[in-house]
């Protein structure tokens, strides 16, 4: 089964912007790198993701090769074990291939780039991230958060949720209805991935979510002390979104960080959120 093993953001001060994740929720920094693309990168984990932080030479650039010229959430990536039968998949349900790294080029890794519903882009791998944990290797534990929800605003519910199914078999969970969206939830057995469609005007979704526009939304740290989590938050400056959304399942504490970038933080898993202290299956 293809695992949710990278996210990428495209930000203004990467080597800002990697302390505030290395200082509040304890990710390390598992190297740097440049691109044809990008001035900066550099790659944090959290143990089982890799988080790439990046600043694009050009935001068109960043709208090219990601999902947005916004600065924040840009793209993710799945480890796959097949490519090809991935390819034939994507390509049945006519996803875009929007790129694909040289294997002769100085590169840290091979990957390629599509785009899915609402032009979300993706990578695809076969070979895996610096920092990212393999599909089949049991989860390695060392006490500290864990990135375990990620949400998208869409503008299709069923359309959206069906390909994230019938390409990287993700697997339905729940479903929920907000003050301000309906939801369905996706697990890729160690993340929940939210799939959101708003059900109020974009300004009062983008409250609670992120961002007003289609595409990625937000992320949330699964951690084992949220009140240490909060003072380290507060030591930083980070904004602290406090009203309660009417209908969450999930008890989330909502913030934003460098960016602008909304997350959540909780100490109560996500529906089909892999829990802290539990090891991966094969």
């Known amino acids: 089964m293809p695992k949710l093993r990278h996210l990428a953001f495209y930000t203004a001060d990467p080597k800002a912007t990697a302390e505030f ?4 929720f304890d990710m390390k920094e598992v190297g740097q790198n440049r691109s044809a693309f990008a001035d900066e990168i550099i790659f944090l984990s959290d143990g089982t993701l890799m988080v790439a932080l990046l600043h694009f030479k050009m935001p068109e650039t ?3 090769m990601g999902g947005s010229l916004e600065l924040g959430l840009n793209h993710f990536g799945f480890w796959v074990e097949d490519l090809e039968e991935t390819r034939r998949r994507l390509r049945e349900v006519e996803s875009e291939n929007i790129y694909t790294n040289d294997p002769a080029a100085n590169t840290l890794f091979v990957e390629e780039k599509w785009r899915g519903p609402d032009g979300v882009a993706f990578d695809i ?7 990212a944990l393999p599909p089949r290797e049991e989860e390695v534990r060392e006490g500290g958060p864990k990135v375990r929800h990620l949400a998208f605003h869409t503008a299709n519910l069923e359309k959206a949720a069906d390909f994230y199914k019938r390409v990287f078999e993700m697997v339905e969970v729940g479903r929920n209805t907000t003050a301000t969206s309906e939801g369905i939830y996706l697990s890729d057995g160690t993340l929940n991935v939210t799939i959101l469609q708003a059900t109020v005007p974009l300004s009062e ?3 609670y979510s992120g961002s ?3 595409g990625m939304s937000h992320f949330g740290f699964l ?5 240490e989590i909060q003072r380290r938050l507060r030591e930083v400056g980070a904004v602290h979104i406090d009203e309660q959304l009417a209908g969450l399942v999930h008890a989330e504490d909502k913030w934003r960080g460098p960016d602008g970038v909304l997350f959540d933080v909780t100490d109560q898993a996500w529906t089909g959120a892999r829990p802290l202290g539990e090891k991966q299956g094969g």
């Open 21 to 24: 994740y290395k200082r509040v």
């Open 205 to 207: 979704f983008a409250k």
């Open 125 to 131: 791998n076969d070979k895996g991230w610096p920092g």
């Open 62 to 64: 960043a709208a090219k």
């Open 212 to 214: 007003a526009a289609l």
């Open 223 to 227: 951690v084992q002390d949220v009140e």
